[in-house]
C-alpha cells in the first residue's frame, strides 16, 4: 500500500501513467538525452533502463486522484491522521481533507515518478497543446523524476517505502521521503542554476508564469508544511550528508541506513553520529479515560509536528529552538464518539536538562497565552478543556488535555 510513485506530497499514492505520447519529436528526444546525461553525471550513478515519458492531461489526473484516493487512503487512515493534527491544534473542524488534498495537487503537481512501470510522468494542461520541446519547468521536473528513476534502478525504491511504511511511524516516513526527495532536489536545483546561468530572463519569465497561472487552495499550513519539508529540509539535509561522506554517503543511507527521525534531518550531525530516538513508553490510561472514549492514536510526535503544534501559538523561531532538543516521544488520543471531545496525553524525552528545563519553560508560555485561567497548583491551564504541564525527572516533560482537571493530572501522574 502506498508504494508506487513520487510525488510532491506528504503521502505516497498510488498513481498509473494515465496517458503516453507514442513518440517524441526529435528536438525533445535531444533535450530528454541532454538532461539524462547531465544528471548521470552530477548524480554519479548510470540508468541501468529507459526511463519511458508520458504525458497525462490535468482532467486525467483529476479522474484519477477521485478514483485512487479511498483505495490508497481509507476513511481509517484518514480518521487516524485528523485526529492526530486536531489534537496538535493543527486542523481546523469542518475542513474536507480529501477535497483540499486534490485541488492542491492538481493545482501543483507537475510530475511524478511511477514505480510500477519505471516511467515518467509530466503533468499537462489542454492549453499546453502539442509539446515540440519540453518548457522549462517541465525540464527541471524531468531532472528531478529521473533522480528517482536511477534510485529505483539502483536501489529499489519500492522496497524502501515498504520498510518506511511497515509500522505507520509518520515521524520515520517523513524523514525517508526526505531522504528520497532532498536527493532528487539537490539535483534538480543544480540543472536549474546551470540553466539560470545561461539564460535568466528566459527562467524568471518561465516561472512567473507558473506562479500566475496557480491558485492557492485552502488547505491548513500543516499540511503545506508537510508537502514542502522532504524538498527544502531535505535538501540541506543531503547537502551535509554529501559534505561529509560524498554521494557514497546518500547511496548508503538509500542502500540499507535511511534516517529514522525527523531530528535526523533537521540536524545532520545527529543522523551521522547514529543518535537515534529514544524509546518512551506509556502507562495504561484506560482507567483514567473511561469506557465511553476510544484509543484513536498511538504513537510518536517527533520533531517535525512538534514543531507545527508550537508554531501555533509561537513564532516560528521560538518554536525552532524549542524542539531541537528532542530526544524521543510517544502521544496517546482517545476520541469521544458522542460528542467528539480528544483526551490525549504525551511523554517526551530531551536530549539534556537544560533543553527539557527550556522546553517546560517555553511551553508554559504557549498555555499562558492560550488560556487565561490557571489552577492552584499552577500546573494547569483551563477554558474549554484542560491543559497540563509537568517536568518529571530532569530529562522528561508530560503534557496532558482533558475535560477535566483532575483526569489531566492523573495522565500526567501515571507512571512515576
Known amino acids: 500500500m502506498l508504494k508506487r510513485l513520487f ?25 530528454l538525452l541532454a538532461i539524462q546525461q547531465q544528471v548521470i553525471e552530477r548524480r554519479e550513478l548510470d540508468l541501468l533502463a529507459e526511463a519511458p515519458l508520458t504525458f497525462p492531461s490535468r482532467g486525467e489526473l483529476n479522474a484519477f486522484l477521485k478514483r485512487r484516493f479511498l483505495e490508497d487512503y481509507p476513511p481509517q487512515q484518514l480518521e487516524i491522521d485528523l485526529v492526530f493534527l486536531r489534537a496538535l491544534d493543527l486542523f481546523p473542524s469542518g475542513l474536507d481533507l480529501e477535497a483540499a488534498l486534490r485541488d492542491f495537487w492538481l493545482t501543483w503537481i507537475g510530475g511524478y515518478y511511477n514505480i510500477i512501470d519505471g516511467s515518467i510522468n509530466i503533468v499537462v494542461r489542454a492549453e499546453d497543446g502539442a509539446l515540440d520541446a519540453l518548457t522549462i519547468p517541465q525540464q527541471v521536473i524531468y531532472a528531478h523524476e529521473i533522480v528517482h528513476a536511477l534510485q529505483d534502478q539502483h536501489f529499489d525504491l519500492e522496497r524502501i517505502i515498504d520498510d518506511a511504511n511497515k509500522d ?3 515521524d520515520r516516513r517523513l524523514a525517508i521521503h526526505a531522504l528520497f526527495e532532498g536527493d532528487a532536489n539537490y539535483i534538480m536545483i543544480d540543472f536549474l542554476r546551470r540553466l539560470s546561468a545561461a539564460d535568466p530572463d528566459a527562467v524568471n519569465r518561465a516561472y512567473a508564469a507558473v506562479r500566475e497561472a496557480g491558485s492557492e487552495p485552502e488547505i491548513p499550513p500543516v499540511i503545506i508544511e508537510a508537502i514542502e519539508f522532504p524538498y527544502r529540509q531535505g535538501y540541506l539535509f543531503i547537502v551535509e550528508l554529501i559534505a561529509a561522506l560524498g554521494w ?5 543511507a538509500l542502500r540499507d541506513n535511511p534516517p529514522q527521525t525527523t531530528e535526523q534531518i533537521y540536524h545532520p550531525q545527529r543522523y551521522l553520529a547514529g543518535e537515534g530516538a529514544i524509546p518512551v513508553s506509556l502507562p495504561d490510561h484506560g482507567e483514567i479515560v473511561g469506557v465511553e472514549w476510544r484509543r484513536a492514536y498511538d504513537g510518536p510526535v517527533g520533531e517535525f509536528f512538534l514543531r507545527q503544534h508550537l508554531g ?25 464518539e458522542t460528542d467528539d471531545q480528544l483526551i490525549w496525553v504525551l511523554y517526551q524525552k530531551w536530549d539534556s536538562p537544560h533543553e527539557a528545563g527550556e522546553f517546560a519553560r517555553g511551553y508554559q508560555h504557549l498555555l499562558e497565552r492560550r488560556y487565561r485561567q490557571v489552577s492552584a497548583d499552577g500546573r494547569c491551564w483551563v477554558a474549554e478543556t484542560t491543559h497540563c504541564l509537568a517536568q518529571v525527572g530532569e530529562e522528561e516533560t508530560r503534557i496532558s488535555a482533558a475535560p477535566r482537571v483532575e483526569q489531566a493530572l492523573a495522565l500526567l501522574a501515571l507512571g512515576d
Open 168 to 170: 505507520g511511524n509518520r
Open 248 to 252: 557514497e554517503g546518500v547511496n548508503r
Open 7 to 31: 510525488i510532491a506530497l506528504l503521502l505516497f499514492f498510488a498513481l498509473t501513467s494515465a496517458s503516453a505520447q507514442d513518440g517524441v519529436s526529435e528536438a525533445m528526444r535531444e533535450q
Open 312 to 336: 501555533v501559538y509561537l513564532a516560528e523561531f521560538q518554536a525552532d529552538d524549542l524542539a531541537s532538543g528532542w530526544g524521543g516521544d510517544r502521544m496517546r488520543v482517545f476520541i469521544n
